[in-house]
C-alpha cells in the first residue's frame, strides 16, 4: 500500500528538480515591494510523516511571511474559542468561482463572506480574534500557534510595514462593505489585525509543523474543528482553483501570495513547500507541480 510513507530521498529530489522547472510559468508578485524582491528559482520543501520520518530539501532557511497560508489556522483559532455554530453565522463555507478579493462575490452574496479562505472571510474573521487592537490580537494567535505547534513564528516588521504602506485598495473596498453590510463592527481593528496576521512569518519547516496540527486526532483540538478546517482548505483554499486541483491531488490545500503552500494528509502526514513564483490565480507555481506529482505517485488522494 502507498502513502507519505512510502517517500524516499531519492524520489523526492527528483520530483523537486522537476517541480522547480515550472517557475518558469509564474511570477512572483509585484504589489508588495518586500515580497517582489523574492528569487522566483526559490525552492523548499518540508514533509512531516505522522510515524516521525522528515524530509527537507532546497532552499530552507528562507523566512517568509506566511500571508493566506494563515487563514485556516485564525479559522481554527476560532473555532476553538468560540465554537462552530457561531463562527459560522460570521463565514460561510461554500467555494467562490470569482478571485480571493473579489468585491464583486462579496456583493453578489450580500455582504456575507463566502468562505473563511478568500479575503472577506478572513478580513472579517480577523476583526473577532481575541484581543482589544490588532498588536493584542495577533500577538495572542501567534502565541497560542507557537505553543500548539513548537514553531518560533514572529510578525515580520518590515514586510507587515510594506503592506501598510502599500495597503491593497481592493481590501479597503471589501471592509468597507463589509461594515455597511454589518457584518463588522471596526473598518481599521479589521484590516490591521488581517494585515498583521498575513505577516505571520517562518520557515517552510514551521509551516510544516502548522500542518501538524490539522493531520490527526488530538487531546488539544477538536476533531469537529480540525474536519471543519480541513474540508474548507479543500473545497477553497486555491480559490476559484480549488476544485481543479481536489482532482488532480484529492487532499486540503492552502496557498499564500508569498509563494507558501500547505497540504495535509490526513492521518498520515504533513508537506510544506515555498516557491515565490504564482500562476494567474495567485498560487504558488512549482509547489502545486510536486504536490501534483506527489499525490499521483503515492496514491495520496483521500479519495483514492
Not at 497560508?69 to 470569482?98: M, N, R, T
Not at 468597507?176 to 454589518?182: E, P
Not at 488539544?220 to 474548507?232: A, G, M
Request: glycine share 8%; hydrophobic share 40%.
Amino acid at each position: 500500500m502507498l502513502g507519505i510513507k512510502s517517500i524516499n530521498i531519492h524520489n523526492l529530489s527528483k520530483w523537486v528538480e522537476q517541480a522547480k522547472t515550472q517557475s518558469l510559468h509564474g511570477e512572483v508578485i509585484k504589489r508588495i515591494p518586500q515580497l517582489a524582491v523574492a528569487n522566483p528559482n526559490w525552492f523548499a520543501v518540508h514533509i512531516i510523516c505522522k510515524a516521525g520520518e522528515n524530509y527537507s530539501l532546497g532552499d530552507t532557511d528562507c523566512i517568509f511571511p506566511f500571508m493566506s497560508v494563515i487563514k485556516p489556522f485564525s479559522l481554527l483559532y476560532l473555532l476553538e474559542h468560540y465554537g462552530a455554530e457561531k463562527v459560522l453565522q460570521w463565514v460561510g463555507v461554500k467555494p467562490s468561482d470569482a478571485p480571493f478579493n473579489s468585491l464583486t462575490q462579496l456583493i453578489a452574496d450580500n455582504g456575507y463572506p463566502r468562505n473563511p479562505m478568500i479575503n472577506s472571510g478572513a478580513i472579517t474573521l480577523a476583526e473577532k480574534l481575541p484581543g482589544d487592537n490588532g498588536i493584542a490580537c495577533t500577538q495572542l494567535f501567534c502565541k497560542w500557534l507557537n505553543e500548539l505547534a513548537g514553531t518560533q513564528l514572529y510578525i515580520d516588521a518590515d514586510i507587515l510595514n510594506s503592506v501598510r504602506i502599500n495597503r491593497s485598495q481592493i481590501n479597503i473596498d471589501i471592509t468597507h462593505y463589509l461594515y455597511k453590510t454589518g457584518n463588522l463592527k471596526n473598518i481599521e481593528l479589521s484590516l490591521d489585525a488581517y494585515e498583521q496576521i498575513c505577516c505571520i512569518s517562518g520557515r517552510v519547516e514551521d509551516l510544516a509543523k502548522l500542518g501538524n496540527i490539522l493531520t490527526c486526532t488530538s487531546d488539544f483540538i477538536k476533531n469537529q474543528h480540525r474536519q471543519i478546517v480541513n474540508t474548507v482548505m479543500l473545497t477553497c483554499g486555491l480559490y476559484e482553483a480549488s476544485a481543479e486541483y481536489a482532482v488532480k491531488i484529492g487532499l486540503p490545500i492552502k496557498s499564500g501570495i508569498a509563494g507558501g503552500l500547505l497540504t495535509i494528509i490526513p492521518n498520515q502526514g504533513t508537506i510544506a513547500s515555498y516557491s515565490p513564483a504564482l500562476d494567474i490565480v495567485g498560487n504558488p507555481v512549482a509547489g502545486l507541480a510536486l504536490m501534483e506529482t506527489i499525490s499521483q505517485k503515492l496514491q495520496l488522494s483521500i479519495f483514492c
